[in-house]
């Protein structure tokens, strides 16, 4: 028996072992069958070079299959990640359609709530959540004090809040 017969039924008696180990880190039987069909010709390569002969052959291979395993593996890992930046360029900054519905439904609420406001009510709210007006200027404007300026605001949002509070988003 030839020492090339011998290293071939060493494969073959480990070869679905072998499979079995590589599965596992590579993520696919098709590609760990690539990985021992590759160990198998680095290990017959190795094994005709080598001047002395091989003490733990099956281990040898077992070792082979694991580095050839893990460089595929990551080798995939960086076929699969996208380049820098990709990631932002793809993310849409526009809400799902699902999103703008309830939101279009949440507007026509607050419009509502809005309406049913007394003016001088509705107009203090305008001033300072629409128009970014402090809470003086709002007084200065409506001819208010700035504590009924900051009172008027806040039964805005309250009474807003209690038109939203039965909405389910």
């Not at 072998?18 to 596992?24: E, H, M, S, T, V």
Request: glycine share 4%; hydrophobic share 45%.
């Amino acid at each position: 028996m030839t020492y090339d017969s011998v290293r071939l039924d060493l494969f073959l008696a480990h070869r679905s072992a072998l499979i079995d180990y590589a599965q596992p880190i590579v993520g696919c039987r098709a590609r760990a069958e690539d990985v021992v069909q590759e160990a198998y010709l680095r290990f017959a390569a190795a094994t005709e070079r080598a001047d002395d002969t091989i003490l733990q052959p099956v281990g040898y291979l077992y070792r082979i299959v694991r580095n050839l395993a893990l460089d595929w593996a990551r080798h995939l890992a960086q076929e699969d990640r996208p380049p820098p930046g990709a990631m932002e360029r793809l993310a849409s900054a526009a809400p799902s359609p699902e999103q703008a519905t309830v939101d279009r439904d949440q507007l026509r609420i607050v419009i509502a709530a809005l309406d049913e406001l007394p003016p001088r009510t509705r107009r203090a709210f305008e001033l300072n959540r629409l128009q970014g007006e402090t809470f003086p200027a709002i007084a200065r404007q409506l001819g208010i004090s700035v504590g009924l300026a900051h009172r008027l605001v806040k039964d805005a949002l309250t009474h807003c809040a209690d038109r939203l509070g039965g909405f389910e988003s």
